[in-house]
């Protein structure tokens, strides 16, 4: 009995394969996203974090768009349909001059809206890792403040790069960020024109 087990299994060892060789990469990544959510209930890894929060960003332009087309459409049909007379001045500007700009304030506003709309749609999606993310977002802070460039030598040549780290999206979108605040810093102390 033993020695037919070892048989089979010698058999069947050649015709073995890993996930990697025999199912597709897509199906790979599927299951290492599978492993990755059960252990980042304990913990959140940095790339993780960072691609929630290039997510997170993509959702709140996602929101913001349609919301400055609402906003837009919104004054139209709000002041368009308003009487107007062109010898009655409101508040010293001409009607439609008035009411044009009043149109853009409200796209404008729908603009303003719109991250926070986005955000608030992105946080009830996330319900379950929010203590997470908070908590890396957090030690992301402390990390942006304590790598960042200071402001008071910005000049209109020398802009300060990205100073809040709103456009760090990965690692790789880090080191760079860091690079930057690097390079600034040297041209801040050390002008091109001496």
């Not at 955000?119 to 890396?136: D, F, G, K, Q, V």
Request: glycine fraction near 8%; charged fraction near 25%.
């Amino acid at each position: 009995m033993n020695c037919s087990r070892s048989l089979r299994l010698s058999v069947l060892s050649p015709f073995t394969f890993s996930a990697r060789t025999v199912l597709p990469k897509a199906t790979v990544r599927h299951k290492s996203a599978a492993t990755v959510s059960a252990s980042a209930k304990e913990n959140l890894s940095w790339p993780e974090y960072l691609a929630i929060r290039k997510g997170k960003r993509r959702w709140e332009t996602a929101v913001t768009i349609p919301s400055t087309f609402l906003g837009f459409a919104g004054g139209i049909l709000y002041f368009g349909n308003l009487e107007t007379d062109a010898s009655k001045p409101i508040m010293g500007i001409d009607p439609f001059f008035f009411y044009g700009f009043a149109t853009l304030g409200c796209a404008g506003l729908g603009y303003l809206i719109g991250p926070t709309i986005g955000s608030a749609a992105w946080r009830t999606t996330h319900r379950r890792t929010m203590a997470l993310i908070e908590a890396r977002d957090r030690e992301f802070h402390k990390h942006i403040v304590k790598n960042r460039v200071d402001p008071t030598a910005q000049t209109a040549t020398n802009p300060v790069p990205d100073f809040y780290g709103e456009k760090i999206g990965s690692l790789y979108d880090y080191r760079q960020w860091l690079r930057d605040q690097a390079r600034y810093k040297r041209k801040a102390e050390w002008p091109e024109d001496a």
